[in-house]
DNA sequence: TTGCTCCTCACGTCACGTGAGGTGGC
DNA sequence: TTGCTCCTCACGTCACGTGAGGTGGC
């Protein structure tokens, strides 16, 4: 049976490679203090445990929900800071409206998009010489 | 009866405001060659046409579906081209496919992100003190 | 020794933001 | 004259990309 906390370590391009990114993005994330290693070797390699693998997850994710690298900064922190604190919570749940709108514009951009697609493969084939009409 | 060439003219700021961008964003745009006025005004105030108009509007969808500038650029100088080239042709139809391909993509992405958010919203309300589960 | 991965500068890039300093028409 | 919008530099910003030059262990 697996360990609960088995707690292995991950190089740079361990974590690089699983969430497909460049280790030149985490020493980045690293540079703007939102994520740090366990340790590092004699030379300087890092190692990374699983709490800094979490946050990478946590800053990728927020990435994919349009944040800011400042933004998932606080809100990591906002996590892990057991705070009460309404008025950030607030915040943040206007941030996810705002957020969900651009996603109801990019489906009808998508949609659009699709319907223009189809026109003009249409105009192209028809304007093809020696077209069998597909 | 409204004339179908009305073909009124817009400032930058016209333009800014309809989009919802600053008009920097269009000078931006301009000298990347994705955009032009129709006509300058003594001291160089820009006037824009319908034209002008469109081509924006394509480029904030392209931005919007996560196209650079400069593929969104080629795109549109594609759809313009109205060529009786067959290898350009071609090669508009593989263009096509591609962007297909990447559209279906994204809107995985976006049925992934739209769970996300809803798993966000439900987190963010319970940890709400007094939340009342909404 | 060769090949691989790791490291730290540090300049480059993309898509604008943001003043600075100035002109033109109501 | 004041206020407004327009203009052109040109440096700043954000999130990294991309070498340059060097070290360390199998």
Redesign the pocket.
Same mark, same amino acid.
């Given at each position: 049976m697996p360990l609960k906390n088995q707690s292995r370590l991950y190089?740079? @391009?361990d974590l690089a490679s699983e969430f497909d990114i460049?280790?030149?993005?985490i020493?980045?994330y690293e540079s703007e203090q939102l994520l740090e290693p366990e340790s590092r070797e004699?030379?300087?390699?890092?190692h990374y445990g699983e709490r800094a693998r979490v946050r990478l997850k946590l800053i990728l994710r927020g990435?994919r929900l349009g944040f @800011?690298?400042?933004e998932s900064k606080s809100l990591i922190e906002l996590y892990n800071a057991d705070s009460d604190n309404t008025e950030q919570l607030q915040r943040f749940l206007e941030l996810i409206t705002q957020h969900r709108q651009q996603l109801q514009r990019q489906k009808q951009d998508i949609a659009v998009l699709e319907q223009e697609l189809d026109a003009a493969e249409q105009r192209v084939r028809q304007a093809m010489p020696g077209s069998t009409a597909n």
């Open positions: 190089t740079i @391009s460049t280790p030149r993005t020493r980045f004699s030379h300087g390699t890092r990435k @800011s690298l400042a």
